[in-house]
């Protein structure tokens, strides 16, 4: 009996040994599996994080590059093509407007463009930037600050009200501009930007727009609503005293060639930055964008070439504007080889618009607003609906999550229908809109500088200044 029970002790203390055993090989067993699934969560939370600073790095630095488009680069593009006594008054018109339009986007102006709404406009969930801090907006960009999205847009509102001043250079008060640009920017650019790129606009392709229209980085929203505003402005306000009689030429296209040459360069900041990230998209965009400018500096230049025999670097300059105002609302959508058939026949057709429209119908567009950004903005949107392609842009698809086409090449020809109602609602939009504007400015303040104030200059009559100062030595 004693050794029955002795044995029982056994085999319960081997049993126990045994048990114990296999619970600590499952244990460690486990804990390499468990480690290996912490290390892979890790990993791609660092990548994420990675990925997230790069595209927020690059949409800082776009946006820094969109700001100089505005000053100096539009400002030394402007402000050499007017005559030398309205020089600073037209350059501090482009750096008014990174003042005064700043102040209306975080007061109001993001909120109206980005902000939930309707199809029109947006709402005032983010008056004054409330709740507009580092988390992103999906439905925007995923991987960016939602600040910096905002201030990335902010480049945006602030250069398209200043590429108008083109058409009424050296004729318009201060005070009118300043008045024009902050009721256009409410109420012509927010909508504008709503519908084109804000949650449940009615032209907006990615967020489901009742009439999908392909913008990638501003054709209608900024070229056509600015090149319109512009005709709209030379026609309201009149001719410059003396047009066309006596000869305005550009007092610098030394200034104007610097400033060009700027614009080139921001202008990745403005199209490559669009993709909202630092991916191949933002590559391809930024291709497109440097073809499409080179094509239509040769299809300028060419033309002009063959009409007056020589190519002059005023032209070049201008050809090169052109084709970036042309292949902006394309930037996202297409090859190099679309991008340079797009940039050679803007290049064209601008130069016809401004050699020879301009001149049949006498409208004093002082500096070619109208013909390079209107005319230019207006045949890149329709050329967009073309030569976008679904392999550089997948941005329509089915059910199934299949890519359909997205141009007329590509077997989707009602987007050319889409690119239209797009190009007439900005051009009604702008047309109507700056009309009443301009109305209601004049009707407050007056437009138009005295005549006095005209044959002095406005840099005089409008700051007290002079943007030269000549000294004589004895």
Not at 125 to 132: H, N, Q
Not at 199 to 221: E, M, Q, S, W
Not at 414 to 430: F, S
């Amino acid at each position: 009996m004693p050794k029955r029970k002795s044995l029982i002790k056994c085999y319960l203390a081997l049993l126990l040994v045994t048990v114990a055993a296999h619970a600590a090989y499952a244990q460690a067993g486990s804990r390499p599996v468990k480690l290996e699934d912490e290390r892979i969560a890790q990993l791609e939370q660092s990548v994420a994080e990675a990925k997230g600073s790069a595209d927020n790095a690059w949409m800082l630095m776009s946006s820094a590059l969109v700001l100089m488009m505005t000053g100096p680069g539009l400002a030394l593009f402007y402000g050499g093509l007017v005559r030398k006594k309205n020089v600073l008054a037209t350059m501090m018109q482009s750096f008014a407007l990174m003042a005064i339009v700043t102040v209306v986007w975080g007061l109001v102006g993001y909120s109206l463009a980005f902000g939930p709404g309707n199809g029109f406009i947006g709402s005032l969930r983010y008056i004054f930037l409330r709740g507009v801090g580092m988390q992103p907006d999906a439905d925007y960009a995923a991987t960016i600050p939602q600040q910096t999205f905002m201030i990335y847009q902010l480049m945006f509102a602030i250069i398209t009200p200043a590429l108008i001043w083109g058409a009424f250079a050296e004729r318009m008060k201060f005070s009118a501009m300043a008045l024009f640009t902050t009721l256009w920017s409410i109420f012509i650019y927010d909508p504008m930007a709503h519908m084109v790129w804000g949650k449940g606009g009615l032209l907006n392709a990615a967020l489901g727009g009742r009439f999908p229209t392909l913008d990638f980085a501003g054709g209608t929203v900024v070229h056509v609503t600015s090149g319109v505003s512009a005709l709209v402005c030379a026609l309201y306000l009149g001719k410059r005293l003396g047009y066309p009689q006596e000869p305005m030429p550009p007092h610098s296209v030394v200034l104007s060639f610097i400033g060009a040459c700027l614009l080139w360069v921001g202008w990745f900041g403005f199209n490559a930055g669009s993709a909202l990230s630092a991916g191949g998209l933002a590559t391809s965009a930024f291709v497109a964008t440097h073809f499409g400018a080179a094509a239509a500096v040769v299809g300028w230049g060419g033309a002009e070439w063959l009409r007056n025999g020589k190519p002059s670097a005023l032209g070049a300059i201008s050809g090169a504007v052109a084709g970036l105002v042309a292949i902006t609302p394309a930037a996202g959508f297409v090859g190099p080889m679309s991008a340079l058939a797009i940039g050679l026949i803007a290049g064209v057709f601008c130069y016809l618009m401004v050699a020879r429209v301009k001149a049949i119908f006498g409208y004093d567009d002082s500096l070619d607003a109208f013909g390079v950004h209107g005319a230019g903005g207006t045949i890149g949107a329709l050329l967009t609906g073309v030569f976008a392609s679904r392999a550089i842009n997948p941005i329509f698809k089915d059910a199934h999550g299949n890519a359909l086409g997205s141009g007329l090449l590509d077997g989707n020809a009602h987007q050319i229908v889409n690119q239209l109602v797009g190009v007439l609602i900005a051009w009604v939009l702008a047309a109507a809109g700056t009309l009443l504007i301009l109305k209601l400015v004049d009707l407050l303040i007056g437009l138009r500088v005295p005549t006095d104030h005209e044959i002095q200059g406005l840099d005089l009559s409008q700051h007290g200044e002079e943007g030269y100062y000549w000294e004589v030595s004895a």
